[in-house]
């Protein structure tokens, strides 16, 4: 069986995405006891994250070639903006976070180092390059959710059920699908080289997602 490309992704970070189930932010947040001021911190730092991450997307229009390759990365942005980013602020309204806190909160300097790393990445490279430095992100947070799903009652609490199920959800994990879709067509025939460096993308943008649970974790500090 021939590996796509987002096979051969997935392989060289499966042991850093293993490593996010035992993350003690990812396991409070299914059993139900992480607290809530950790909680509240993460949804801020992780708004401000989204609206860069959108950035990326938007970066991929300008950098298409055809018509058909802008409009799915355009419905991408919008899937960011009215879609995932309808989940924070679902939980923001309930946590009494404003947006007057978030635009006036500084984004955490891990959070700006994974921010300016995708972004880079997408200046400098084209499309594949773009469309890369994303998929750890989304891909990653399906695969948090659909492990905490097979915990009993993770979906149903009253507080973390949400996020869960948002992951989860038809609509997030067909996102996720035309991202990897992308991936796999832009990715068809690289060369090793090309290819040895759209894998470190992944890996450096997962590592990054790492970072991110531990401060999360540990509200900055």
Known sequence: MIMQLTDKLFESSKDIWAGYLQQPFVKELGE??????????????????????????????VKSRDEALMRRFAKMVNDTLDGEMKIHKAYMARLGITEEEVMNTPSHFINSAYTSYMLDEAFRGGVLEVITAVLSCAWSYQYIAAHLNEIPGAAAHPTFGEWVQGYTSEEYCNGTQDIIDVVNELGDHLSAEDEAHIIEIFVNCSIHEKHFWDMAYNMGA
């Not at 607290?35 to 950035?55: G, N, P, S, V, W």
């Open 32 to 61: 139900g006891t992480l607290d809530l001021e950790k909680f509240r911190y993460y949804m801020i730092q992780d708004y401000r994250y989204l609206l860069q991450y959108a950035k990326v997307f938007a970066l991929g229009v």
